[in-house]
């Protein structure tokens, strides 16, 4: 694997690659460590609906680059403190859920930029020990990913991505699923999550923005020919419950479950 440090996912997007992802809802700096030296092109911390709180993911985002990756962090909400903190603790990328306007997107890109590309306070603690012109790099290393998951970012789609400074978005199947009268899941073949996809990938495409989304190994080729490029492939929760599952399954000789399709 190429080195974190230095290689970013902003370089790897510039350089027109796919990034495959995996996802920690767990507040664990070993699953963390783990996760990261299978090879993921970058391991996301979700502090918004997983189960780790500020001093977990410091230790995580740790381990995430111990085992070779590059640690990005899902912050629970669109507020500029928890986003600095993240950066600060080493996150190279943070995905910011439930944006929906273009002012809003505007407030994720303000809090991960120093001036004047922004409004982020300097203070790198951890971020600044591993690089030491940080400073002068952040602007350029952190990758600012908001969320359109919902029929509202998408009626606002073109101005959200019209803003400047955002490099990828990321699709929460689940909410936009939800938002649209559908089930909480990917809805592949309902007309509706169909069409919402395409859309965002051609406005993506048009505004030079990365596509990304939440999937599954199952599920990553397709979305890969749909045109993303930022795609989450394994959840560590699932990923445990589904393994053991099968085990125990195949143990009892009886029909293995199916259960790494589900998503969050």
Same mark, same amino acid.
């Given at each position: 694997?190429?080195?974190?440090?230095?290689?970013?996912?902003?370089?790897?997007?510039?350089?027109?690659?796919?990034?495959?992802?995996?996802?920690?809802?767990?507040? #664990?700096?070993?699953? +963390?460590?783990?996760? +990261?030296?299978? =090879?993921? %092109?970058?391991?996301?911390? %979700?502090?918004?609906?997983?189960?780790?709180?500020?001093?977990?993911?410091?230790?995580?985002?740790?381990?995430?680059?111990?085992?070779?990756?590059?640690?990005? !962090?899902?912050?629970?909400?669109?507020?500029?403190? !928890?986003?600095?903190?993240?950066? %600060?603790?080493?996150?190279?990328?943070?995905?910011?859920?439930?944006?929906?306007?273009?002012?809003?997107?505007?407030?994720?890109?303000?809090?991960?930029?120093?001036?004047?590309?922004?409004? @982020?306070?300097?203070?790198?603690?951890?971020?600044?020990?591993?690089?030491?012109?940080?400073?002068?790099?952040?602007?350029?290393?952190?990758? !600012?990913?908001?969320?359109? &998951?919902?029929?509202?970012?998408?009626?606002?789609? %073109?101005?959200?991505?019209?803003?400047?400074?955002?490099?990828?978005?990321?699709?929460?199947?689940?909410?936009? #699923?939800?938002?649209?009268?559908?089930?909480?899941?990917?809805?592949?073949? @309902?007309?509706?999550?169909? +069409?919402?996809?395409?859309?965002?990938?051609?406005?993506?495409?048009?505004?030079?923005?990365?596509? =990304?989304?939440?999937?599954?190994?199952?599920?990553?080729? @397709?979305?890969? &020919? @749909?045109?993303?490029?930022?795609?989450?492939?394994?959840?560590?929760?699932?990923?445990?419950?589904?393994?053991?599952?099968?085990?125990?399954? &195949?143990?009892?000789?009886? &029909?293995?479950?199916?259960?790494?399709?589900?998503?969050?």
């Amino acid at each position: 694997m190429s080195n974190p440090a230095a290689d970013t996912l902003r370089s790897q997007w510039a350089a027109g690659k796919v990034t495959f992802g995996a996802w920690l809802t767990t507040p #664990s700096p070993v699953s +963390a460590e783990a996760a +990261a030296r299978v =090879g993921f %092109d970058y391991v996301c911390v %979700d502090t918004q609906h997983g189960a780790t709180d500020y001093q977990t993911a410091v230790y995580m985002i740790q381990a995430i680059l111990l085992g070779g990756s590059r640690p990005i !962090v899902r912050v629970p909400w669109n507020e500029p403190g !928890v986003i600095g903190k993240m950066l %600060d603790a080493g996150a190279i990328g943070v995905v910011v859920p439930m944006v929906n306007t273009a002012r809003e997107a505007q407030a994720v890109v303000r809090a991960c930029r120093y001036p004047p590309l922004g409004e @982020r306070s300097f203070g790198p603690v951890m971020a600044g020990m591993r690089t030491p012109d940080y400073a002068v790099e952040a602007n350029e290393r952190v990758a !600012v990913i908001p969320m359109i &998951e919902t029929a509202e970012a998408l009626s606002n789609l %073109d101005d959200i991505l019209a803003v400047q400074g955002l490099d990828a978005i990321y699709v929460g199947p689940a909410d936009l #699923s939800l938002s649209l009268g559908l089930r909480p899941a990917n809805n592949d073949g @309902r007309p509706e999550f169909d +069409a919402a996809l395409d859309r965002i990938v051609a406005a993506c495409r048009d505004a030079g923005v990365v596509p =990304g989304i939440h999937a599954s190994g199952a599920l990553a080729l @397709r979305r890969v &020919e @749909r045109g993303f490029a930022m795609v989450t492939v394994a959840n560590d929760l699932l990923a445990m419950r589904a393994a053991m599952t099968d085990e125990l399954a &195949e143990a009892r000789g009886v &029909e293995k479950s199916g259960e790494n399709a589900r998503i969050y």
